[in-house]
């Protein structure tokens, strides 16, 4: 089994993780200063969001030069140092490659702008049509996909913000300019890339689109044909010459789809990180919340779960609101509904992703105003629909239920000010709870949710059932969630309560292990309790 399947994954977004300079922005030797205790978690792979040089439009996800890291970060010899202190204890670090776009102040964007450098056609340039942008194109960040640059009178794609144009892909030269990015961090000695929403890459066309309620046009570029070539050049012309693995972001994929971009035969990626479970509890679009469904984030779960060869699985990311306070109950039940979450997450077949502060449970914080929000595209909604007469409260709403800032606030590391996070400012508010959700008073507790992390943690890489058996579907119920790990003669149960009830689910078998600790079950899940039964079955 490939180093990539046996370990499990860990998502730091440097802003918020550790300040160790007191300017209130996390940085790489914040970072190195806890990697012991990603160790001590059984972490084996470490997922670093952007550290490039960014003009911080998105947080970095806006790169003006690949080859440094941004000073509010550190030096690339802070870099090696943490590859290095990572390697000595076991945890291989991959980089997050944002390449369908660079941030305008990229030194290629600049001398794109004029339409004779040989830069221009590095991104993608048209004239207006009738007084307006070339096409009818809208983006994830609302709006048009299309600014005018005064200099040349034309216009420039970006599917993000309006500083982040997006890459030509039909010019070879792009294609050779990323492969070299590629190798230089990988000759850095990283381990593997989570490539920034890849399925973008392409566009097969420049037409308008058919009009739909978000991102019109997307049929001209969601998973083309052009960007399955670029990815198997990617990977024969460099991912296959390294000791790496690829985990892509792929946006409005079908299970289809999906293996259309990671199946092995395929030559491309590793594996992907979809959508379609995160996507359970909204109408259409993530602004428009509505309650969430056990049986439907089940379902969804089950059906990549038996629709891919090899799934990444992940509940939080540093775009998505905190998993305990969306799928569990982050009052009456944060502790027994932390743990249950981590042993769903941790019996799922594939790559489990962590993201920083989901091993302890944080949650979610209320932003009550919009002077506390610093997402670019939470801005940008707030921005358009104040544009429409939307009001405040409603804005507000929306950005506390889907705005993705609320992942991002500093890592509650104890009851000290600031959480122990900076000495300084922090540059976005750390969450008021963190008196009660913190890792230090965790670490004192044999009961809490961190401890839970390191014992499930531990049960998976010790347990090749839990980690390559196949997964067979029993109930996805609106309370309980429930399916079997089979392999050789191991048969385990996975049963899961996302209620505060207790809830009849009749199952034999002697219990591996439950997040209320019990060593016998009698067939009646408590409030949301996990638990996995085990059981010898003839050699299917
Ligand atoms: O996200 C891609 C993407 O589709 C996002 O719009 C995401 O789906 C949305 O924010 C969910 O609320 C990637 C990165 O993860 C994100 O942080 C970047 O802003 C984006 O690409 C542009 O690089
Ligand atoms: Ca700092």
Known sequence: MPWWKDSVAYQIYPRSFQDTNGDGIGDLPGIRLRLPLLRDLGIGILWLSPVYASPNDDNGYDIS???????????????????????????????????????????????????????????????????????????????????KDDRSGTYYLHLFSRKQPDLNYRNPKVLAEVLDIMRFWLDMGISGFRCDVINVLFKSSLEDGRKKLILTGSEHYLSQEGTHELLRRMRSEVWSRYDCFTVGETVFVSPKQGRDLCDPSRGELDMIFSFEHMETDQFFVKWFKRRFRPANFGRALAAWQTGLAWNANYFENHDQPRSITRFGNDQAYHKESGKMLALLLLSLRGTPFIYQGQEIGMTNYAFRDIREVKDVESLRINA????????????????????????????????EKNAGFTTGNPWLLVNPDYTRVNYEDQLKDPESILFF??????????????????????????????FDRVKDSEKLTVLVNFSAARVKAMHSGSVMISTYGRDIYDGVLLPYEGIILRNEVASL
């Open 65 to 147: 030069d690949y080859r440094s890291i941004h000073p509010d970060f550190g030096t690339m010899e802070d870099m090696r140092a943490l590859i290095r202190d990572a390697q000595s204890m076991g945890i291989r670090i991959i980089m997050d490659l944002v390449i369908n776009h660079t941030s305008d102040e990229h030194p290629w964007f600049q001398a794109s702008r004029d339409p004779d450098s040989p830069y221009r056609d590095y991104y993608i340039w048209k004239p207006g049509k009738n007084g307006g942008p070339p096409n009818n194109w809208t983006g994830f960040f609302a709006g048009s996909t299309w600014d």
């Open 384 to 415: 358009f629909l104040r544009a429409k007469g939307v009001p405040t409260r409603i804005r507000m709403r929306l950005i506390r239920t889907a705005g993705r800032d609320t992942a991002r606030t500093p890592m509650q590391w104890n009851r």
């Open 453 to 482: 992390y390191r014992s499930m943690i531990a049960l998976r890489r010790s347990n090749t059932t839990l980690k390559d058996g196949s997964f067979l579907l029993r109930q996805a119920g609106h309370r309980v969630f429930s």
